[in-house]
């Protein structure tokens, strides 16, 4: 599972770099981290809370990804960095 989540991570960084990044919820331009990673995991069963829990690992605790998404001053960069590095982290797992 873990490089799947790897890919699935990688995939959603690459869907914020096409289709931009948004906060505040759902958007008719961009996505947030959550939304990217439904978009390419189908939204339904083990792959997207897998790939949720993948990048939970590497954010500061208590890891609510829609707060952490959301906060002020939080950048497009810093959710794509964040997403690569849930990625490098189920690699390393796997």
Do not use: K
Request: with cysteine.
């Amino acid at each position: 599972m873990s490089a799947q989540v790897a890919a699935d991570l990688r995939a959603a960084a690459e869907v914020l770099r096409r289709d931009g990044w948004t906060q505040g919820g759902l958007a008719h331009e961009g996505r947030c981290a959550i939304e990217a990673i439904w978009h390419v995991t189908d939204f339904y069963g083990e792959r997207p809370r897998a790939a949720v829990e993948g990048l939970r690992v590497v954010l500061p605790p208590p890891a609510s990804i829609i707060r952490w998404n959301d906060a002020p001053g939080r950048t497009a960069d810093e959710v794509i960095a964040a997403l690569e590095a849930g990625a490098d982290a189920a690699e390393r797992q796997a």
